[in-house]
């Protein structure tokens, strides 16, 4: 699918506000997927990057809770087609020893994003 634009809630420095803005989404990458929210939420977590306290790459798109449906799949996706109904969570790779050992939410991956451009 080709890039597009939509709104989002960006976190452009820590210690700042939210800056709603329109932002451009590059077409689906290897092991990316597009998906219609149809609900989202901002944790704890998104706060606390938003006040300092987590070392994360901004400017950002915070967010790791939603549901919604997917509409587009890139490549190396498997077992999502478009349509399907999805709950979005934080990332974690499933590979390293703490999700190995049943704690995703310690993954060492948790905190890494692919800054904006
Ligand atoms: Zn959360
Ligand atoms: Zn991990």
Redesign the pocket.
Known sequence: MPSLTTRAAVARTAEDTFHWETVLLDGQGPGEVLVQLVASGLCHTDLSVLAGRLPTPLPAVLGHEGAGIVQAIGPDVAGLTAGDRVLLTFN?????L??RTGA?TR????LKSTPLR
Do not use: A, F, I, Q
């Open positions: 974690s790779c499933g590979h390293c703490r999700c995703p993954c060492t991956t948790y």
